[in-house]
T-cell receptor, first 116, second 117 residues
């Protein structure tokens, strides 16, 4: 069964450093998402991406964040200058189509980001 | 604004018994979708069940069923015949109108379920 993959599974970085979290969505999916989950808290929407552009972003997704789909298969989240409060689990998700019953968002296993 | 509320931070259930996890939602959309996800201690998000706002019947997937009461804006998850492997965090989530190009999910705070042998 196809699945969303994410690398790395765990990233440790120092405050102020740039990090890139990588995701490979399911190949025939059209909608891509990043969510984050601070330890012990709920999952929060960061950004959605469709047709090679951001379709919506949350207030969390400030200028320090960017997303890219550089080669038609990878979907990346970049944090330019990490802060302690960026420490969280980051989930990538993808969805095939908004029509019909292809409603399910398939989540990747997550990348745990620790900023020290 | 859309909102999901899960009022039970933690629940216990005896193995083989049924358990209901509560979820209420608030939206002004007429068309929306409701989801339940399971998050075991390993951290991944596992899709369990989906209910569309226009679906007339309650969704069922194996041991999972969704008790959808549209007028009360509730979408409770019922797990029948609980198993030890059901111990996890459970999240209720809502997706905005199908016509939107976003389809983002809004999550509740989650309920931790512990199944006792």
């Amino acid at each position: 069964e196809p699945e969303v993959t994410q690398t790395p599974s765990h990233q440790v970085t120092q405050m102020g450093q740039e990090v890139i979290l990588r995701c490979v969505p399911i190949s025939n999916h059209l909608y891509f998402y990043w969510y984050r989950q601070i330890l012990g808290q709920k999952v929060e929407f960061l950004v959605s991406f469709y047709n090679n552009e951001i379709s919506e972003k949350s207030e969390i997704f400030d200028d320090q964040f960017s997303v890219e789909r550089p080669d038609g298969s990878n979907f990346t989240l970049k944090i330019r200058s990490t802060k302690l409060e960026d420490s969280a689990m980051y989930f990538c998700a993808s969805r095939r189509d908004r029509l019909g019953r292809d409603y399910e968002q398939y989540f990747g296993p997550g990348t745990r980001l620790t900023v020290t | 604004a859309q909102k999901i509320t899960q009022t039970q931070p933690g629940m216990f259930v005896q193995e083989k018994e049924a358990v209901t996890l509560d979820c209420t939602y608030d939206t002004s959309d007429q068309s929306y979708g409701l989801f339940w996800y399971k998050q075991p201690s390993s951290g991944e998000m596992i899709f369990l069940i989906y209910q569309g706002s226009y679906d007339e019947q309650n969704a069922t997937e194996g041991r999972y069923s969704l008790n959808f009461q549209k007028a009360r804006k509730s979408a409770n998850l019922v797990i029948s015949a609980s198993q030890l492997g059901d111990s996890a965090m459970y999240f209720c989530a809502m997706r905005e109108a199908v016509s939107s190009n976003t389809g983002k999910l809004i999550f509740g705070q989650g309920t931790t379920l512990q199944v006792k042998p």
